[in-house]
């Protein structure tokens, strides 16, 4: 077998038991872990917590999940008896200073509230798991992988923070973990694993959840990625009919909407519009737009609804290659947009430095999938900070 130091990548492959060991004896070294997942915590941001703090909790170890603003029982989660912690509560989270901050599907440091990241700073060791091309809020050691491994490579390491941007999802990845330890999960734990894995490969259109029928299809394009279908298979063979019919319906939002929420994803085919050379498609929902007020905003749903319909413009319209949707988020602008061909981060990077001195990329590292913003609640200012960026054609024209 080859072995090799480089900082290399793969697609959730086979966590050397090397690593794996590490990372355990890590753990168990500490009396007091707390899992911390990203802003606006998502179903494979939470499943990787859970699934992480089953594990520890079963270790004898003191555990807490931290998550920010979403409740588990909004995400679906199977268990909301875990010792969770909302994040915006200041004054409950610093009741503990952790001996590791464990960190899972963060991201870059701009997804993570100001006092988290005042709270991981305090603990003595920070470590984690991530699938994202930011790792900068962990510190010192830390791997990145960036390219597939051979068939006769491992990678020789014991790192901290241990990120595989090429893995579909954070679940992937604790599912490996736990396979080079050797541990056989029970079908709850695979329910979680499978459940954050669905959530995100569904984002990219490489599963299609029914909720209606309580189904759930690998599309072609995940046949075609040999790990992440290994993961999805190894998995799903672990649960039932009703696990699965549980997570396709929580993962197809849109097959349960009720009338006010069907209505405005209806509307959102007559709000778009196209840049003059017709590469982006964009939709703006002012922060006085009446259907998104009575909906609450930016939450799950009118984000499953405004992510669907990116996908839906994207699929139907050769032409196009990006989709950028814009609207009010807790007092600032945001936009979440998915690209084809080009490289959303690339995008990014050529309006910060080009157009917007003052936009801020919180994309999560997904290279056609992820979101941005600007600080400000003036409706007049993101009118002009859109028009800026839809000016930018020539980046489409290289």
Same mark, same amino acid.
């Given at each position: 077998?080859?072995?090799?130091?480089?900082?290399?990548? &793969?697609?959730?492959?086979?966590?050397?038991?090397?690593?794996?060991?590490?990372?355990?004896?890590?753990?168990?070294?500490?009396?007091?872990?707390?899992?911390? +997942?990203?802003?606006?915590? =998502?179903?494979?941001?939470?499943?990787?917590?859970?699934?992480?703090?089953?594990? #520890?909790?079963? @270790?004898?170890?003191?555990?807490?999940?931290?998550?920010?603003?979403?409740?588990?029982?909004? /995400?679906? #989660?199977?268990?909301? =008896?875990?010792?969770?912690? @909302?994040?915006? !509560?200041?004054?409950?989270? =610093?009741?503990?200073?952790?001996?590791?901050?464990?960190?899972?599907? &963060?991201?870059?440091?701009?997804?993570?509230?100001?006092?988290?990241?005042?709270?991981?700073?305090?603990?003595?060791?920070?470590?984690?798991?991530?699938?994202?091309?930011?790792? !900068?809020?962990?510190?010192?050691?830390?791997?990145?992988?960036?390219?597939?491994?051979?068939?006769?490579?491992?990678? &020789?390491?014991?790192?901290?923070?241990?990120?595989?941007?090429?893995?579909?999802?954070?679940?992937?990845?604790?599912?490996? $973990?736990?396979?080079?330890?050797?541990? !056989?999960?029970?079908?709850?734990?695979?329910?979680?694993?499978?459940?954050?894995?669905?959530?995100?490969? +569904?984002?990219?259109?490489?599963?299609?959840?029914?909720?209606?029928?309580?189904?759930?299809?690998?599309?072609?394009? /995940?046949?075609?990625?040999?790990?992440?279908?290994?993961?999805?298979?190894?998995?799903?063979?672990?649960?039932?009919?009703?696990?699965?019919?549980?997570?396709?319906?929580?993962?197809?939002?849109?097959?349960?909407?009720?009338?006010?929420?069907?209505? $405005?994803?209806?509307?959102?085919?007559?709000? #778009? @519009?196209?840049?003059?050379?017709?590469?982006?498609?964009?939709?703006?929902?002012?922060?006085?737009?009446?259907?998104?007020?009575?909906?609450?905003?930016?939450?799950?749903?009118?984000?499953?609804?405004?992510?669907? $319909?990116?996908?839906?413009?994207?699929?139907?319209?050769?032409?196009?290659?990006?989709?950028?949707? &814009?609207?009010?988020?807790?007092?600032?602008?945001? #936009?979440?947009?998915?690209?084809?061909?080009?490289?959303?981060?690339?995008?990014?990077?050529?309006?910060?430095?080009?157009?917007?001195?003052?936009?801020? @990329?919180?994309?999560?590292?997904?290279?056609?999938?992820?979101?941005?913003?600007?600080?400000?609640? =003036?409706?007049?200012?993101?009118?002009?900070?859109?028009?800026?960026?839809?000016?930018?054609?020539?980046?489409?024209?290289?």
């Amino acid at each position: 077998m080859k072995i090799t130091n480089a900082i290399t990548s &793969f697609k959730a492959n086979k966590m050397s038991t090397m690593q794996a060991n590490y990372v355990d004896k890590k753990l168990k070294e500490a009396k007091n872990v707390d899992i911390i +997942t990203h802003d606006m915590t =998502d179903r494979d941001g939470a499943n990787s917590a859970l699934a992480m703090w089953e594990y #520890l909790n079963n @270790q004898g170890i003191n555990a807490r999940v931290i998550i920010s603003k979403k409740v588990p029982q909004a /995400l679906g #989660l199977r268990n909301y =008896d875990c010792n969770i912690v @909302q994040a915006l !509560d200041k004054k409950e989270v =610093d009741k503990i200073t952790p001996d590791i901050a464990f960190c899972v599907d &963060f991201g870059g440091s701009e997804r993570v509230l100001e006092n988290i990241k005042e709270h991981i700073e305090k603990a003595p060791l920070v470590m984690g798991f991530d699938h994202h091309s930011e790792v !900068d809020i962990s510190r010192g050691n830390y791997v990145q992988f960036r390219r597939p491994l051979l068939d006769d490579e491992q990678v &020789f390491t014991k790192a901290d923070f241990y990120s595989d941007m090429s893995a579909k999802s954070a679940t992937s990845i604790i599912y490996r $973990f736990f396979e080079a330890l050797g541990k !056989d999960i029970d079908s709850n734990q695979a329910y979680d694993l499978f459940f954050g894995l669905v959530d995100d490969v +569904t984002k990219r259109n490489l599963v299609k959840c029914d909720g209606t029928n309580g189904t759930i299809i690998a599309q072609s394009a /995940l046949y075609e990625d040999k790990n992440a279908f290994e993961i999805y298979t190894k998995l799903r063979e672990k649960l039932n009919d009703e696990q699965i019919k549980t997570i396709a319906k929580s993962v197809d939002i849109i097959s349960s909407l009720n009338p006010a929420q069907q209505e $405005f994803k209806d509307s959102l085919k007559d709000r #778009l @519009q196209y840049s003059d050379n017709g590469k982006i498609a964009y939709i703006e929902i002012p922060a006085d737009d009446s259907e998104w007020k009575s909906l609450d905003g930016d939450n799950t749903i009118t984000s499953t609804i405004l992510n669907r $319909f990116r996908q839906e413009t994207l699929a139907k319209n050769d032409e196009v290659e990006a989709v950028i949707c &814009f609207y009010e988020a807790h007092g600032n602008y945001r #936009l979440s947009a998915h690209t084809k061909n080009p490289n959303l981060l690339d995008f990014y990077k050529y309006v910060e430095e080009n157009k917007i001195p003052n936009f801020t @990329q919180n994309s999560g590292g997904h290279p056609t999938r992820g979101g941005g913003g600007i600080k400000t609640n =003036d409706p007049n200012v993101c009118h002009n900070w859109v028009q800026n960026i839809i000016s930018c054609d020539e980046f489409f024209e290289k």
